[in-house]
């Protein structure tokens, strides 16, 4: 009978691989440098399956992060919708004071202000639609800081008090000289009173408020602490004004309208 020739191969395979074997157990169980080596390469062998598998099991489960990542950046937009709609009504809550007579108020936002030029301007988020008219003023509780040029629909382009065109009647303390208010033409929160007459005397941190010999403005509106002042042409002087409205922080606003303007208008004509 005619003998395998793979038979006596696998016969010396096997008994290799037994000796192997029998080999790395003495080698484990009696060499503890060599047990060490073994042992690391087992955990190395293990570590590298071990993370093949999670990088597999993380792709395809990648399909549900997204998701889930998905429905919480929505559900954390709709949170700070509804925080900025809670600040939005603390502030115009918080700005809100009751209507001099003869005035109407409607709160505001400024959704855009330049402050690098001599000619700044405002674009509010009202409209005529909502009854903003033109020619109506724009002030803080603490502040004239602007006047309604221009209304669309839904917004209203207003000329900023950080503009070289614009002056408003203002007046030193509760019952001192009246003059004009102006920017002074680099600073966020600086003001000039200028025209004021000599005979009026004043001192530095006297409180400067709107007069009311404006159609646009009420009176009694607190606009910032007089400082050092010069004389004019020997005549009146000029006060610096430390404004209590930072222009850098302009955000919520209120619109002023004169219910009478168009009628005191035509009548001085």
């Known amino acids: 009978m005619r003998q395998n020739p793979w038979l006596p191969r696998l016969i010396h395979v096997t008994v290799f691989i037994l000796l192997e074997a029998v080999a790395l157990y003495l080698l484990v169980h009696n ?5 060490t080596w073994v042992a690391r390469g087992v955990h190395s062998a293990i570590g590298a399956v071990w993370s093949r598998t999670q990088s597999v099991r993380s792709y395809f489960s ?4 997204n998701q889930d990542l998905s429905r919480k950046n929505f559900e954390l937009t709709r949170e700070l919708a509804a925080a900025r709609e809670q600040l939005r009504k603390f502030h115009t809550d918080s700005l809100s004071f009751a209507a001099p007579e003869g005035f109407s108020l409607l709160p505001a936002e400024v959704v855009k202000l330049t402050r690098n030029s001599q000619h700044n301007y405002m674009i509010l988020n009202r ?17 004239v800081v602007g006047i309604v040029d ?8 207003a000329f900023s008090f950080q503009n070289s065109d614009i002056s408003i009647s203002a007046r030193l303390g509760t019952e001192g000289g009246s003059g004009i208010l102006v ?34 403005f009420p009176p009694d509106i607190p606009l ?3 400082g050092s002042s010069r004389v004019i042409n020997g005549a009146t002087n000029e006060i610096e004004v430390r404004l209590f409205q930072d222009f850098s922080t302009v955000r919520f606003v209120t619109i002023v309208h004169n219910n009478s303007f168009n009628e005191i208008e035509e009548f001085v004509q």
Do not use: C, M
């Open 31 to 35: 060499a503890a440098l060599q047990r």
């Open 62 to 65: 990648l399909s549900a992060i």
């Open 127 to 143: 409209g005529f639609e909502d009854g903003v008219q033109e020619k109506s003023g724009v002030i803080t509780h603490n502040a």
């Open 150 to 157: 221009a209304v669309s629909a839904h917004h209203a382009f």
């Open 183 to 216: 920017w002074d033409g680099h600073s966020s929160d600086g003001a000039l009173l200028k025209e004021i007459p000599l005979q009026y005397k004043y001192h530095p941190g006297d409180t400067v408020y709107t007069s009311g010999h404006s159609l646009l």
């Open 224 to 226: 910032g602490v007089a």
